[in-house]
Every structure is written in C-alpha cells, then in structure tokens.
C-alpha cells in the first residue's frame, strides 16, 4: 500500500483533522510520510502495519498519537497558512506591477461560464434522463464550488478575513 493511502487511514481512523493535508496533491506525499513517522515513533514498532495494530488495540497509544499528530498539525497549519499568503502576496504584487493575472481571470470565467451552460442543459433539455440530469447536475455543483473558491480568495470568506489574514502574517513570521 502506498504512504498515502496508508496515512489517510490512520488519520481517518486517529486523527481527522489532519486529513485536509492529506488531500492537497502538492503536500499528500510529504504529510504521509510525517504521520507515519509518528505512528512507528509512537509505538516503537518498526513498519507501519505493526504500528497500526499497536493503535488499535491500545487505546493509551491511540491516544498518545492523536497528541503527537495534534502537535504537528500546528506545523502542518503553519506551511498551509503560508501557501495561501504567499497566493495572495503573489496576486497583490502583479496588481501593483500593473499586470492583469490572465491566468486568474481565465479560471473564474470558465467556471462561471460551466455554471451557467449546465443550467441551461438541465432547465431546457427535458427530454434527458435522470441519470444524464444527474450527472450534468453534479459538473453544474463543482463548477459552483469552483466559483465559490474564487470569491473566498477575492474577497474573503468572513467578515473576520481581515483577522484570519492578521493570523497567517503571524504564523508566517514565528
């Protein structure tokens, strides 16, 4: 079984909150290898499977690493935090430099764009069936999800954003 896969169950299993980190393409790889780290280092077995059973079957130890992994998931938050600062400081910077982010732009638009050809296929074709409907209702739903994500990075996603941006700086800086 690959890292990965491997620490998604731990995580599923031990520690949930990590599994955010496990699921980002760029990092799944790195994390893996730090939440299996933990798990041998834990139980003092050597390999992984060995460590798993150890986490099953002792509830001392499962507890011993959800701390361990809670420990690093303030490192883990801190690369994350800084990710999106440094997405932010790069968009600000060709905003300064007078330069448009094409790139950006081009996104936002097909997306909204995918939004609203799905919504048309689904209110005008009645004559789809259900499984074809679903289907094309379900690209319409991602295509939201990828809007939405433009405006949470634009403009925020609370009221708090100017705090949440405040806490990233200083993250960033510790």
Sequence with gaps: ??????????????APSILKYLTNSDTAGAVAAQVIDIAKTVT????IGEARAVLELDPAKAVEFQLAVMQNDTDLAKAYLADIQNARARDMALAAAGVKNTRANALAIGAASLVLVTLVIVVWATNMDDFAKATITLICGRALGWVEQVFSFEFGTTRTSAKKDDTINNLTKS
């Design 44 to 47: 003092g077995k050597g390999t």
């Design 1 to 14: 079984m690959d890292p990965v896969t491997i620490a998604l169950a731990l995580a599923t299993q031990f």
